[in-house]
Structure formats: C-alpha cells, structure tokens
C-alpha cells in the first residue's frame, strides 16, 4: 500500500544552525506533498507545501525540494530558533480530485534547537 | 471563520461505553476527514466524506467504529463499545476541493479510555 518514509526519527541543532528532513513516498502518483508541523498538545498546522510539477519552493527560513524521479522531498529550515522546536510531519497524496485529497503521512520527526 | 471546531475537546470513559466525537468543518468546505494519532501508529486517516458522502472508510480500524456526515456543518464519529486500545486523539479537518488540497485541521479530542 501507500506509505511515506520520515528521516531521522529525532534531530537537534543549535540555535541558528540548518535542519534538513527527509521523506520517501511510494505512491508514484502522489502529486502534493505538504509539510506540518505540530507543537505539544495542538494540532498540525500546513508550514509549506510543493506540487509535483516544482522542484523547489521557499518561504523565508524554509524551504522544501522534490525529487520525482527518486520519489522523495525534503525540508529545509535556515537559522533554527527554539520556536522552530516541535514535530514534523511530511505527508503526500494523489490530490484532492483523486482520492480525495487522502494524506499519508510520515511518521514524524521531533525537533529540539537548543538556544 | 472560526476554523474546524471539535467537541469535546478532551473524553474520558470506562471500557464498553459508547463515546461520540463531534466535528464542524470550516463553512463552505466540501471535503471533511477523520484522522487518529497515537505514538504507535502516528497519523493515519480514518474515513473521508466529500459531499457529507462517505467515500473512503478502508482506515476505519473495525466495525466498532462508525461515522456519519448528517449534513454540511457536522459529523460525527462514534466508537461502540470502546476499549482502552482505542485511546487516542482524534482529528477532524476540511478542505475546499475547488481551491486546493491544503488541509485544516481542528484542535483534536483526546479520548482515553479506561
């Protein structure tokens, strides 16, 4: 079945170093992969998603790549700060006009910058 | 808009007992879905709705479970009888299939059973 792949599973920086996650999806016909994060005890909240028809977007700190070809996308975050701190979850789907939007997502990646 | 709205917002009960989970969508969203957390299993979808129809429920665990979608601006998810394995929070989110796949999530309920 579908399923996404999330590296590493934990991942602590220091304040304003970079922080790169990794996700692998199966799905060849996954078209949109979002990324969200989640503070403790709230809800996942979108960050930044791509298209499978762009190999890179940013916006400000973050940044996400999309390697179709290789099935896999990746996160970016530049000059962490301990806000930046909370759990990752990247997720991929075949697009809201198939499947309905339906996300598999990663299992997660709890992220610690310490000051 | 006051986003996705979920009650209640936390739910304690004892083994066996019937436990309904609430949810309204963000106003004009046709798309709503059910999600499960644990730190077992991570976030898996449950069922989806397009059209307060029900169009995928292969993620529904078993026949304890059960969902409905009564109209536009709520659903609910009901698990009878519950069992302790069947602590977990649950999200709802919405979506507007006409202006793209982003989904938003409400606050979640965090059931425990005991």
């Known amino acids: 079945g579908e399923n996404v792949e999330q590296h590493p599973s934990t991942l602590s920086v220091q304040e304003g170093d970079s922080a790169v996650i990794k996700c692998t999806y199966s799905d060849s016909a996954s078209n949109y992969f979002p990324w969200y994060k989640q503070e403790l005890g709230k809800r996942p909240q979108l960050i930044i998603d791509i298209r499978s028809n762009v190999g890179e977007k940013k916006d400000q700190r973050i940044a996400v790549t999309l390697n179709k070809t290789a099935k896999h996308f990746s996160l970016h975050i530049t000059e962490t700060q301990p806000e930046d701190s909370a759990v990752y979850f990247c997720?991929?789907?075949?697009?809201?006009?198939?499947?309905?939007?339906?996300?598999?997502f990663g299992q997660g990646t709890e992220l610690s910058v310490k000051p | 808009d006051a986003g996705v709205i979920q009650s209640p917002r936390h739910e304690v009960t004892e083994m066996g007992q019937e436990v309904t989970l609430r949810c309204k969508p963000i106003s004009g969203h046709d798309y709503l879905f059910w999600y499960r957390q644990t730190m077992m299993r991570g976030l898996e979808l449950l069922i989806y709705?397009?059209?307060?129809?029900?169009?995928?429920d292969s993620g529904m665990p078993e026949d304890r479970f059960s969902a409905k979608m009564p109209n536009a601006s709520f659903s609910t998810l009901k698990i009878q009888p519950s069992e302790p394995r069947d602590s977990a929070v649950y999200f709802c989110?919405?979506?507007?299939?006409?202006?793209?796949?982003?989904?938003?999530f409400g606050p979640g309920t965090r059931l425990t059973v005991t």
């Open positions: 997720a991929a789907s075949r697009g809201i006009y198939n499947q309905g939007g339906k996300l598999i």
């Open positions: 709705f397009n059209n307060n129809v029900p169009i995928d």
């Open positions: 989110a919405s979506t507007h299939g006409g202006t793209g796949d982003e989904q938003y």
